[in-house]
Each structure stands twice: as structure tokens, then as C-alpha cells.
């Protein structure tokens, strides 16, 4: 049945494997998951929204809005399926996506192959002109040279083309003036600026940020077209937005306009659906932890806003290696990834110990547990061994788990070569990739300049909450929180998301020597740019504002976030961004340096709709009410921390009372995933169906 | 449970190595000098009581992975019971340290419940020292700036201010050296505190058990890999250019049981220039290479060093004598590589790669106001040339090796210093040829904005020497320094660019691995249309692919 007093919005998630849906009606949830179709991805997403609303008894046309987000560009770049893309560069500089950064990012392997660069050699032309570091035009552009490459250009038929010069951040003439020339004489032709899309120093970031651009630019505004006229054909009419990298929504057009922008963007609602949660719950201090079949991802949640940076590296070649992939310089919602998830396969290395990632048994094979053929040993295998996954009852008892597989292919590879029982291997997989997670977050907390144990984790993904509490134990953690619907994280996420952009310019500048006027300008041109972005939207209600520069003592390299109070500089303010400088590098670092000077590297502006202030909820929690608990079967289940298995709860999630706590261990099973709750917690669930774990004090246990 | 397989033992392993890890990190985020917050050259790790090192951070320099390792001995050795909690000792002695007086190397003791259960030690490389700067040009070590001894620099907590005020009134740039100084101590403190709380955590007293653990399996697998090299002698020699002499490089590498002895006799004598390197640092590198190709995933520590052995007449270039100038050290150390590589390819010829431009052109620019009173800057810019092709790959472009350090992007060096970066850009024709090729060299042009003139410290290799091609692959391009004007300039010394001219610099590239007419000729094509190889270079070298 469907009514016209009813608010529909749904969320849309292409990712490499599913497409997953979130429609929300009325504050109810309604999700769907199917297969990714390569061929025509747009085809899963109105197949699924249809049925979703066909369930939910919503009509197409009373959906209200969509946000979506991809996979799509990021997977364009991994395998390089791209448009016929040409780089006109400044003379002298026509290789400088490929000479990267002429550092090899791992040390000790001689036979390393460097990524390919996104455009090769004989694509990149080069022409005269030449911009200073303040923006001047020490030589200007050859114009004749320029219609030379413009002949070559549609000559060899390039379907899009990439711009990027030498300080183009600072003065953007040239870049402007060959686009001009350039959609003169091929007005069809796709072209993108460095200028426009990541103004930032650095240029072989920046190169390389447009070059992505370019390349996937055509294929992603064809794709943007056929899913806007796809959903219009059958019916839904409503708004369609985007969901870009730093969480927040873009219109269709900004998006195939710049696409760049849309990296990353479904890791990114899982962040946003965290934040949610931790808004909800008044939580300041939120790690949010993600699992799923190859990866994990971690993202800190301060003041319920995700983390964000400048940069990020997409398509790493080399285990996750830090360097092995190509650097994007936009805003994006910062998350550390690493080789660590439940296919994650266990190997034993030259110094006779466990080493567990980065290659995974992806989904085919799959982890030996699942009897499709593989034999080498995955987390998952030993999650089984240890009493975690539960043979009979997996993914909703849909398939059965061999136990046997999983026994053997432990046995093959661990304890053949080493010695000890299965147990023993079992918990050594488990131990060494929950120590591989804890040990990425501490680093980034590092990173970050925050201590982890006064924060809460929020843990999502199909196996997150397998791992979860044994690494709050790890860190220090003492709160856990464990969504519903963990599987489809990001679709929900999107709902929640703001409609957002963050501008970042670059000048440099020392604080001694502070050019206002410039400052000035730029910041005016940045609050152009930022509001056009979120005009296009149509969205026309109150926005926040957040002014931040980059900053560091001059001479060093790494820049720390400082907020600005106004747009708009003048003398006073200069004062307060050394203040503000100060107190930052000291909170930090432990201390200030005197008699140094600060500089300014880059502008950071961002406006969004304001999150509406919630009165935080408080986690409810009862003494535990033993008639409550309908399903009492118990389980022997291996605890990490004491090194035994210890009887085990086994309750349903949708059975359990809601705010009487019950203490560890125990496991809570849901067809997507288990949680455990080790001894030493409680679980409790709440009323909006998380699932609130907490590390009881420490007492005669 | 049981512990045959010591799983906690590895977890806190890997514990360790994260919270060196950290403290390198630290001194990373909030280093002044180019070198270490853009390229890694710093070094930091933990050591047990006795001064062993257990764990070292994984960093972008090479020629630390042993000179540190050796340091906190002569601390413990000078300065033993008198160490009290709160004390930061220092040094930057060639022979004692790093093998020049550019690093700064500070040691904080770690006490727990009253008893010293081991050392933190990191290691910087700093802006100035004083002196004639950063250069091959000295003479004796004296003329290369400020030599501090193993003393206190915070006694008890207190900072030893006589120390600091020294050294801000003999070096340039006095607020970043004295920055840099304090970010070691903080990094040392970053990783104390971390290991304290590491062993709250595990409930252990100190780490000799773990240490012994880490050692013991260290140890096990590196002669593992050892005792699979086939037992001899393995020689080679390597010409070079040197300062003002021709020098060669030769070694001897000993191979039999588990062990692995690199004996430099027959290497030219020391230099009467600052390239000499002290053994510490040649050791440094030797290992390194070494470990490369035969060890190349077990982590540094005292005992997977310990089966690697070094030894050199006490005259050689390669094991210089106080008071040698030992400035630019680096030159010949990364050069070491190469050296002990060749020798190792007649012992396991499928892993070495060809000879590589190798040492690092690291350019060291001063501007200075050609009239008026306007400010002078310091310009360190690091470049690579090409890599040695591979067995089965070709070279890397301009890609450093033995070194891992990174260059910095040209716009944020033209917004620090008065000069315009014309060109950067790969060297075609400059890789060796080959059924592997080897790796570009690349071109650099650069002059002094108005109203500046710049001088730089030349520190270049492989100008008269080429890397050589190895199994039939031709040598790489050599080097070139020189102005648009067509005059040659030297390659190694101070030099100024005159005003309006432009320095152009042409790196070399790297040698080849097997014959040219092995290359198939698709790949030869592709060389050709990217523009690697100009056509008439492949018509030359590969007349079987037309």
C-alpha cells in the first residue's frame, strides 16, 4: 500500500563485489544486496531501488532523493580501463607522474616494478610558459607550440585531455588559455585542470590528480547520464547526489565534471554512518573500524566529523604498500587501509614465524572453510577453529563451513612447519592480524597526535565483529559500539551524509612576510568555488563555514591544521593563526620551538549543512535479566586474552532483551555476521538495535 | 596453552618494532632538516641493557642500518653506572656514529623501577654544522665544522646549556640545528614511554627475554640463508671518479658456513678530500647490499648483523683515519652496493642487478643577494639517476638505490629558495642497453632568479665512470655537469653559477643486463615510441628489431 504522507530516501553503494541498497521510509530501514554488473552498473542500482520500493510499498515517484556512490572510478583506475587521454604539461616537466617521488617504497626487495604511469610517455606534450612560485609569468606561453599539440591532439584522436603546469595554483592563466584554444578548435573534447581540480602544491600530486580526472572523466559522465535517464525511465524523478571522497553530497553534474571527487566515496559512507552513531550517542572520541573480506579500514571521528587529510593513494601494486600506488590530492575523509580481512591468508616467513596478509583468498576460492578449493589458510578457517564462526549456521545458514578443509589447510601450512596444535596455529592467525589492526590504528592515532584509550570504537563490516573487542583490548579501548545493519554501512551512511564541500588552495607563505591582500583574495575565490558546488545541488538552507591553514614552522615539511575564525583576514588575526599554530604543534609534539617563524602552505575551506543538534542518547544498561534471554546454547569459544576457550553464550541479536546487559563470554549472531563479547565485557543491546560492549572494571575475574 | 609456537613472543616483536617505528616517526613530523622529513635519513631503534640492538625502524637510509647499531656501546662504555633517569646523551663523532659530523646521534637510557633495562638511540642528519657546509672541499675533519663527543646533553632532565649555546654559535642556521637536536631527545622520549607501557601491558620486567627471543631467531635465519651461498672467494673491483684522482673500489667477499667476511684490501688510499668514508659506514652499506639480495626480510637487529663481517687496510679510502675529511662519505658509501653486489653474482648469479648510477646527486645550492641586504638561503635538492637493470627486469628511471630517498617536488623548492627549476625531466638514451635495460638518468636545468647568485656544492659521480652493463649489457650514460653555455664544470667542489646562465646537470643512467639483440624487438619499439631510446640510438644498439 502506498500513502503520500511518507519520506522516502534511499542510499545506493556500487562496490567491487555488491551493490547495495538502503531505502528508508518513515525512519524504517529497508536493504537490498545484489551482484555488481560490470557491464552496466547502473542496471543493479535501478533493478535494486526498484525493489526495494516495490518491498517497502513506496511508489517510484514519491522517493524523495537518492545519493549514490561508486566504486566505479576507483576501479577504472586500478585496471586502467580509461578514455584515450592526452597530459600537455610545461616544458621540462613531462615526466614527472612517472619519476614520482625517485624513491622505491620498499627497501629491500630488488626487484620492485614501479606503478605504470596513468598516461604514458608518448601521450604527455609539452609546452613553453612559465609561471614563478608567487604567480608570475616569468615566460609566457607559446602559443604557437600550443596550436602544434592541438593539431596532434586531434590528430590522434584523444578523447580527453589533462592540463597541468608548473605553480598553476597560484596563477591559472595558461592552464585556462589552452582550455580555451583547446575547446575552440574540438569542442567535444573532455578536457580538466589542475587549477580546477586539486589546486594544491606538489606537482606530481597534482599532475596526477587531473591526469585521474581526465582518464576517467568520459566514462564517468557517460555512466552518470545512463543512470540519471535509467531511473527517470522507470519512473523515479526525484534529486540524485553524489557522494564525494570527503563525505559529503555533490550534484550529478559536479560529478561528471569531477570525478575525481568520487574516489573512495563508499569507503567514505562508512565513515559517515559511524559519525552518525557516534552523534547520536554524544561520543566525541570515536575509532571507527571496518572488516570486510580483504581489507580493513580505520578512520578516526573527533567531534563527531570524520578525519579528513589533503591527500590519499589510490591502486597500491604492492601489499598496501605505502608509495606503491598514485597519489590524489583532494579532500577526503582520511582512512588508513591495510591488508588485514576475513579471506586474509596466513603464511609462515624465513624467521619461522606467522605472517598473516596481504593476499587474500578474495571470494573465489574463498577461505578453505567455504569448500571451494582453497587450501591455504584464511582468518576465516581460523575463526572456525577457535569456536567463532559457528559450521552449521553461517551467513544465515546459506552454506556450510568445513571444518576439515579448514583443519588441514592449517595444518598444511602452519603446523607442518612449525610444530604445535591447531589451537596454537589457530590462535596465532587470529592474534597476529588483530595485533596487524591494532597496530595500524595506534600508528595513526600517532599520526594523528591522539592517545586511543579514552575512545569508543564503532565497528562495521562482515567481519569486524568478529575481531573487534580483542582489539579494544590491544588498544586500551573500553567501549564498543556494533551497529545494525552492518552489512550495507555505507548505503546507510549516505543517508546521513551533509550536503558538503572543502576547497584547499595553496600559497606559501611565512607569517613574518604575510601578504593579506592575497590571502584575502584567495579566500574570496575559494568561498566562490565552494559555494557554487553547493548551489548546484539546489540545496538552499543554512550552511556551516570551517576556515582551517595548513601550517608549520618554516623549514619543516609537515603541515598541522589550524582553524581560522573568519574569512575575511586582517592584522589580528595573522597573531592568532601563530596562537593557533602554537598550541597545535605543541599538543602534538609535546612542545613549541622558540624564535621560529610559522608559514601558511594551503587554505582549507568547507561548507556544509549543519549537523541538527541531537540530544545524545545514553547507552542504557540494566542488570542482567536471565529469564529475558529465550536461546541459551553455549558454545566453546577460544578467548585471545587469557589463551583458553571458555563456555559461551550463544544468543541471537534480534532476540535479545533490550537494556539488560549480559556478561561475556558470549557471542551474539545475526545472518550477516557474530559478535563476540569476551570474558571480562558486557553486551547490552540498545533500543535503536546497536549493540553497546563494554570492558567491565577490573575485579576478581 | 602451549608455547611451541610463541605467538605472544612474535606479538610483542612486532610490538617492538612498531614503537621504533614511532619514534622515528616523531623525529620525521617534526624534523627541520630537508633530508629527514622529505627523505628518511635519520635512524631510530631500541637496545637492550648491554647496548644490543633489538629492533631499528625500517627508514629511507641505508647507511644507518649498522653505524647506529654499534653506538650505544661506546655510551655504555664511557658513561656506564654514572647514567641516571632524565639523561640524554649525544654525539656526532664520524667514528663512533654515523661517519660524519652531519649527524647528530642521541642515546636516552630507559630505566624501570629504579634499574636501566635498556637505550633508545635515533639519529638525525642536520641542517649545518658549521664549517665549510655541507661538501667534499675540506681538507682535514677539523675544517668540516663542530665535533661533539659523547657527552650529556640533559643531565638528570636538565639541559646542559653550555652544550647548546656552543652549538648555536658555530653553525648556520642555528634555530633549525637546535630544533632538530631537541627533536631527537623528544623522539627517544616518544619511544621510552611507549616501551614502558608495552611492558606494563605484557607484565615483563625488562626486555632481555624478548631480546633473546628476537635474537636468537634473527641469528638462525640470517645463517640459514648464509650457509646456502656456495662456499669461496668472490672478488670485484669497481673504477670510480674520486675528487681529483681516479679511485677503485675493491672487495672480497668470503662465503663459507654462515658467515660472510667483506674485505675492502686493494681499494684506493684515503683521499686528501671529504670523500673518505669511515669503516662504520661502509660497513653500513656492504651489509646492505648484502641483505638485499640474501636476507632480505629479516629485520635489523644485533644479531642478524652479526654474521656479516667487514674488514679494510687501515689505509683505504674506504676505512679513513682521523682526522680524514669525511663530509661528503655518502658518495662512495652508496656506491658500496654495487661493489659487493658484483662480487656476490659470481656466487649467485641471478640476483645481483647491473651497476647503477647509484650514489645520489644531491645538490647543495647557497643564494645569496647579488646587492642590498636581502636574505640568503640554504636549497638542498636531492636527485636519482638510473638503476642497474635487473636479471629478469629492466632498471628503474631515475629511481634512487642503494638510497631510499625521495625527492622534493620542484614548486615547493622554487617557493623556499630564489631559483627557477627549468627542466627535470628523464635523459633518453642515457640506460644502458640490453636484453634489460637499464634505468634512465635525468636531465635537471636550474638558475637564480633575479637579483640572486647561487653557488653549489658539486658531490657528483659517474661522470668519467660509467655503471657498468653486466652478461653482455652496455654501460649507462655518464654523467655531466655543465652550463648552457657549453662550459664543463667540475664534479665535485664549490662552484658559482655566473649570473645568467643556467646550470645543467645530466645524471647518469644505469648499466644493462644481457645482450642488446636479446631485447625483443616489441619492447625496443615500445623504448622507442615513449621516447626512452631515440630511434637512432635503437638502430645503433638493436639493429635485430627494425
Known sequence: ?701 | MSTTLQVSQQIMWNRLISVVEEQALTLIRTAFCTSVREAGDLSAGVFDASGRMVAQAVTGTPGHVNTMAETVFHFIDQFGDTMVPGDVFVTNDPWLATGHLHDFTVVTPVFREGRRIGFFASTAHVVDIGGRGFGPDGRELYEEGLLIPPLRMFKAGVVNQDLVDILTNNVRESDQVVGDFFSLSVCNDTGRKRLLEMLDEFSLPDIEELATFIFAHSERATREKLAALPAGEYRYRMPLDGYDAPVELAVTLSCGGETLNADFTGTSAQSGFGINVPLTYTKAYACYGLKCALAPSIPNNWASLRPFTVSAPDDCILNAQRPAPVAARHVLGHLVPDLVLGALRQACPTLPPAEGASALWNLQISARPTHGTGVGREILMFNSGGSGARPTLDGLNATAFPSGVMTMPVEVTESVGPLVIWRKELRPDSGGAGRQRGGLGQTIELSAREGYALTFNAMFERVEHPARGHNGGRNGGIGVVALDDGTRLRAKGRQAIPTGRRLILHLPGGGGYGAPQDRPAASVARDVEAGYVSELEARTSYPHAF
Open chain 1, 1 to 701: 500500500m502506498t500513502t503520500n504522507t511518507r519520506s522516502a530516501r534511499a542510499g545506493a553503494d556500487i562496490g567491487g563485489t555488491f551493490t547495495d541498497i538502503a531505502l528508508e521510509v518513515d525512519g524504517q530501514l529497508h536493504s537490498a544486496k545484489t551482484l555488481t554488473q560490470y557491464a552496466a552498473p547502473e542496471q543493479a542500482v535501478v533493478d535494486g531501488l526498484l525493489r526495494t520500493l516495490d518491498q517497502a510499498g513506496v511508489a517510484p515517484d514519491q522517493l524523495e532523493s537518492l545519493v549514490h556512490g561508486t566504486t566505479l572510478a576507483t576501479n577504472a583506475l586500478i585496471e586502467r580501463r580509461g578514455a584515450h587521454t592526452a597530459f600537455i604539461t610545461t616544458e621540462g616537466f613531462r615526466d614527472v607522474i612517472e619519476m614520482r617521488t625517485e624513491s622505491r617504497f620498499e627497501q629491500y626487495d630488488l626487484n620492485i616494478v614501479l606503478p605504470t604511469p596513468l598516461i604514458a610517455r608518448q601521450h604527455r606534450y609539452t609546452v613553453g610558459g612559465r609561471m614563478s612560485a608567487e604567480g608570475q609569468e616569468l615566460i609566457p606561453l607559446d602559443d604557437a607550440a600550443l596550436e602544434a599539440i592541438i593539431d596532434a591532439i586531434e590528430a590522434k584522436a584523444y578523447v580527453s585531455v589533462a592540463i597541468g603546469l608548473m605553480h598553476s595554483y597560484r596563477n591559472a592563466a595558461h592552464e585556462r588559455r589552452i582550455r580555451d584554444r583547446l575547446q575552440a578548435r574540438l569542442p567535444h573534447l573532455s578536457v580538466s585542470l589542475s587549477s580546477e581540480v586539486s589546486p594544491q602544491i606538489r606537482e606530481y600530486e597534482r599532475f596526477n590528480t587531473v591526469c585521474a580526472n581526465a582518464f576517467v572523466k568520459p566514462l564517468m559522465s557517460s555512466y552518470l547520464g545512463r543512470l540519471a535517464s535509467g531511473l527517470e525511465a522507470r519512473g523515479i524523478t526525484c534529486p540524485v547526489y553524489l557522494m564525494h571522497s570527503g563525505g559529503g553530497l555533490m550534484s550529478l553534474a559536479s560529478a561528471a565534471e569531477f570525478p575525481v571527487r568520487l574516489l573512495e566515496s563508499g569507503p567514505a559512507g562508512g565513515a559517515i554512518y559511524a559519525a552518525d552513531i557516534a552523534a547520536r550517542y554524544g561520543l566525541d572520541r570515536v575509532l571507527s573500524y571496518d572488516m570486510g573480506g580483504t581489507t580493513a579500514k580505520i578512520c578516526l571521528i573527533q567531534d563527531q566529523r570524520p578525519q579528513t587529510a589533503r591527500t590519499f593513494e589510490v591502486a597500491r601494486t604492492y601489499r598496501f604498500k605505502k608509495g606503491s600506488g598514485m597519489p590524489i590530492s583532494i579532500p577526503v575523509i582520511e582512512m588508513v587501509e591495510i591488508g588485514a580481512g576475513g579471506g586474509s591468508l596466513a603464511h609462515v616467513d624465513d624467521l619461522h614465524q606467522i605472517r598473516v596478509g596481504p593476499e587474500s583468498a578474495g571470494s573465489e576460492p574463498g577461505p578453505a572453510c567455504y569448500g571451494r578449493g582453497g587450501t591455504a589458510p584464511a582468518v576465516t578457517d581460523a575463526d572456525l577453529i577457535l569456536g567463532r564462526l559457528d559450521a552449521e549456521n553461517f551467513a544465515g545458514g546459506s552454506f556450510r563451513l568445513h571444518r576439515q578443509a579448514a583443519e588441514d589447510a592449517l595444518h598444511r601450512t602452519i603446523t607442518a612447519p612449525l610444530g604445535g596444535d591447531l589451537i596454537e596455529a589457530a590462535y596465532g592467525i587470529v592474534e597476529v592480524v588483530d595485533e596487524n589492526m591494532a597496530n595500524a590504528a595506534r600508528v595513526h592515532a600517532v599520526e594523528s597526535g591522539r592517545e586511543l584509550d579514552q575512545y569508543t570504537m564503532i565497528a562495521y563490516g562482515g567481519a569486524a565483529p568478529l575481531h573487534a573487542a580483542r582489539i579494544c583490548e590491544k588498544l586500551g579501548i573500553d567501549r564498543l559500539v556494533v551497529p545494525p545493519g552492518a552489512g550495507v554501512g555505507s548505503a546507510i551512511g549516505f543517508l546521513r551524509a551533509p550536503f558538503g564541500y572543502e576547497s584547499l588552495r595553496s600559497a606559501v607563505m611565512q607569517l613574518a612576510t604575510f601578504d593579506l591582500a592575497t590571502v584575502n583574495d584567495l579566500l574570496a575565490d575559494m568561498s566562490r568555488e565552494v559555494s557554487t558546488f553547493i548551489n548546484e545541488t539546489g540545496y538552499r538552507g543554512e550552511v556551516e563555514r570551517e576556515f582551517k591553514a595548513y601550517m608549520r614552522y618554516a623549514g619543516q615539511g609537515w603541515e598541522i591544521p589550524v582553524a581560522v575564525a573568519r574569512g575575511e583576514l586582517d592584522e589580528r588575526d595573522v597573531a592568532d593563526l601563530h596562537r593557533g599554530f602554537v598550541t597545535a604543534y605543541a599538543q602534538i609534539f609535546g612542545h613549541a620551538i622558540d624564535n621560529l617563524d610559522a608559514e601558511v602552505v594551503s587554505w582549507s575551506l568547507s561548507l556544509r549543512t549543519p549537523i541538527a543538534p541531537v540530544e545524545p542518547r545514553q547507552f542504557g544498561k540494566a542488570p542482567p535479566n536471565e529469564r529475558n534471554i529465550e536461546s541459551r546454547d553455549m558454545r566453546a569459544i577460544f578467548d585471545a586474552r587469557h589463551g583458553q576457550f571458555r563456555d559461551s553464550q550463544v544468543i541471537e541479536r534480534r532476540a535479545m532483551p533490550v537494556g539488560n546487559s549480559i556478561h561475556g563470554p558470549a557471542v551474539i549472531i545475526e545472518p550477516e555476521t557474530s559478535t563476540i563479547v569476551p570474558a571480562g565485557f558486557d553486551v547490552t543491546r540498545q533500543a535503536d538495535d546497536c549493540l553497546f560492549i563494554e570492558r567491565l572494571k577490573e575485579t576478581a575475574e
